[in-house]
Each structure stands twice: as structure tokens, then as C-alpha cells.
């Protein structure tokens, strides 16, 4: 909306990594997709999956980048403008976006680095196992939650396990 134009914090934060890369990759997937003419999965991407995204962003860093907040209109906007070029170009000239919205490149985008995505998506589901285990136990307030985790050994013996098991069938 306007009034998130030219918001955001300068500081960085931990999930401004994790941000970009989701920004980079839906770019491509979206522009492979339009490369194809599927429209409809592009949008998919532009419209569904990427503010899902951003909401988990804005729970993670409670305010979002200001550079990557940008560019998240940006990629959105350059993303439906062969779909809908009238509210497309409204949203570029309140971007201050260089030119006509019909002249600017669709978002070229990048594969993703996947430790980046990865290691989110473990604080993501852990995060949501904590909130089901409240939940469940009808704990509102935890006083402390503590994380327990395998130590290394143990997860040499389970792939060991694992390689021995493929081999085998």
C-alpha cells in the first residue's frame, strides 16, 4: 500500500537473508513460468506464495528491510504488469520507478541458496512445533522452552544406518 512505500529499517537482521533469497528465487520460478505462457502459475507465486512468505519475514524481523521492502513491491508490481497494466503502472509511479512500467524487465530472479532456505525453514517448523505443543499441553505463558538436540554422534550412526540400508535395499 502507499503508505508502506519508503518504510523499512536500514538495520539488518538475521532474516533479511532468508528475505532475498525467497525474493530472488519466486522471481525466477515466476518468470520461467511466464516464459511459458502459464500465467496463472506465475501469479500463483507472485500473489499466494510470496506474501505468505512475507508474513513469516515480518514475524521473524518484526519490521520489514527497507531496501528489501522495495524490492518486493518492485518484483510484484514488474510481475503483473503483462496481467494488469493499468494498477501495475499506478503502483511503478508510486515506486518512483524509472519510466513506463511497459519498459521495465519482468524480475529475472536467481536459484535460491538452499543452506539459506533451509536452515529458516527448520526455524519455521520448529517454531510451529513449539506453538502446537502449547497448544496441545494448554500452556500460554512458558516461563523458558528448552531445545534439546542429538548430539554428533548420533546423527553418524543414524546416516551410517542409512548408507547401510541403501546399499542393502
Known amino acids: 500500500s502507499r503508505e508502506n512505500i519508503g518504510k523499512g529499517r536500514t538495520k539488518t537482521h538475521n532474516a533479511d537473508a532468508w528475505f532475498d533469497e525467497v525474493l530472488e528465487s519466486t522471481a525466477l520460478v515466476a518468470r520461467e513460468a511466464c516464459d511459458k505462457l502459464l500465467f496463472r502459475t506465475a501469479l500463483r507465486h507472485l500473489f499466494f506464495e510470496l506474501p505468505q512468505n512475507y508474513r513469516w519475514y515480518i514475524r521473524r524481523a518484526s519490521e520489514p528491510n527497507k531496501v528489501l521492502l522495495k524490492k518486493y513491491i518492485s518484483i510484484v508490481t514488474r510481475g503483473i504488469a503483462p496481467i494488469a497494466p493499468h494498477a501495475a503502472e499506478e503502483i511503478w509511479e ?76
Open 94 to 169: 508510486m515506486l518512483d520507478g524509472e519510466g513506463l512500467i511497459s519498459d521495465a524487465s519482468y524480475p529475472e530472479g536467481h536459484e535460491a541458496d538452499s543452506d539459506i532456505l533451509l536452515s529458516e525453514d527448520l526455524l519455521r517448523k520448529t517454531s510451529d512445533d513449539i506453538r502446537t505443543i502449547l497448544n496441545v499441553a494448554k500452556i500460554e505463558k512458558p516461563e523458558k522452552i528448552v531445545l534439546i538436540t542429538a548430539p554428533s554422534w548420533k546423527w553418524t550412526a543414524v546416516s551410517i544406518a542409512a548408507s547401510l540400508t541403501d546399499e542393502r535395499g
